[in-house]
């Protein structure tokens, strides 16, 4: 049964930084494809960035130069580095994985994900 549980949201004034993990159970992140997702308050479900086993990355117009995606393979985890955080940046975000990997780049496609995480609450103020 895969399991991501993702951990590191909360509070945050702008300018700030904080750091989620998506810890993975039944599920390998290292071969395939790996997302962040985020939900505000009567919006969509969007992407925000996304990684493959290659390395390759896809990130969200809104968030490039300030979020970076990552994984530690021998922890199972993926990560997301978020800098300089905007008061847009406030919502709920998931963790999502995929059992394939597309190309050239992941995609930032809600429905190519089927495992999610609960998600963790980013607020800033």
């Known amino acids: 049964q895969v399991q991501l549980v993702e951990s590191g949201g909360g509070s945050v004034q702008a300018g700030g930084s904080l750091r989620l993990s998506c810890t993975a159970s039944?599920?390998?992140?290292?071969?395939?494809?790996v997302g962040w997702f985020r939900q505000a308050p009567g919006k969509e479900r969007e992407g925000v960035a996304a990684?493959?086993?290659?390395?390759?990355?896809n990130y969200a117009n809104g968030v490039k130069g300030r979020f970076t995606i990552s994984k530690d393979n021998a922890e199972n985890t993926l990560y997301l580095q978020m800098n300089m955080l905007k008061p847009e940046d406030t919502a709920m975000y998931y963790c999502?994985?995929?059992?394939?990997?597309?190309?050239?780049?992941?995609?930032?496609?809600?429905?190519?994900?089927?495992?999610w995480g609960q998600g963790t609450q980013v607020t800033v103020s």
């Open positions: 990684l493959d086993s290659g390395g390759r990355t």
């Open positions: 039944g599920f390998t992140l290292e071969r395939d494809d």
């Open positions: 999502a994985a995929t059992r394939g990997m597309a190309w050239p780049v992941p995609p930032l496609v809600r429905n190519w994900y089927g495992y």
